[in-house]
């Protein structure tokens, strides 16, 4: 199945750990602590979107800074320079949908504070041949506790490339596995890394709640799994350090990733 133009929902994942790059140790120099935040996920088929914006203080709780405007943003793929437009404040885009193309590096830079911040990142391979080894499957009256295998979600990976699988709750959190469950509350998105494997075993407890499922397969880059398997996820004001970055001179993450998707029906 093709993706959706709700492919970068999936980053969901990251808004924990994007919290924290504004997390300076205190002997950080006073020139990090200006240095931009940049959020970008390059799909093929999709217009290129950059979010820029500073980093935020430990007692902001909006979700992004204040968006950098009046840049010039530039993606190259090594033949091709393109200057991206500003559609919102601190939202730079490009729109020609046959601009990305899989296997090709592709390198973003932009000038911000007399200094150069660039970033590079490949388009993998899309998903192929993603199946599921049951399109329906059901939970038990052990609910959490049973922790065998109920169905199998495969896919070809002869190189063990990195793969993770994003789980969306299309029913919302209407009807939990478990009232009683202390997960009765987790949300109805999550994300899973199938650590380079070709399959991933899905257990009771794999499913805080009833309904159908939207299963996506993200192939990845090394920067996104880099990301999302960081310490610093769960990062407190007592113990801070920076989530990894491949953004030179800046913080956050520009990395590619492509898609396929199934569904499937979690019942009792």
Known sequence: MEIKNSLLKVAFSLTLSMLFLSCQKENTGSTSVNLPVVESYLTPGHPIIVKISEQKSLTDTAEYGKPITGLQVFVSDGTTNVQLAEASAGSYTYTDLNFLVT?????????YQ?????AKTIIPAKPVNFVTQYDTVSIGSSGFSDISTIDRLSWDNPSSLNHV?????LDGSAFPVNVNSFNSAANTSFEENTTAA???????????YLGNYLVTLLSVNQEYINLITSSTNNATSQNLSNVPTNIVNG???FTAMQADTLKMEVNE
């Open 114 to 118: 007399s200094l150069t911040v660039s």
């Open 251 to 253: 913080f956050g993450i």
């Open 103 to 111: 296997g090709k590096t592709y390198t973003l830079q932009f000038k």
């Open 165 to 169: 699988l994003v789980f969306d709750c």
């Open 198 to 208: 070709s399959y991933y075993n899905l257990n009771q407890k794999t499913f805080p």
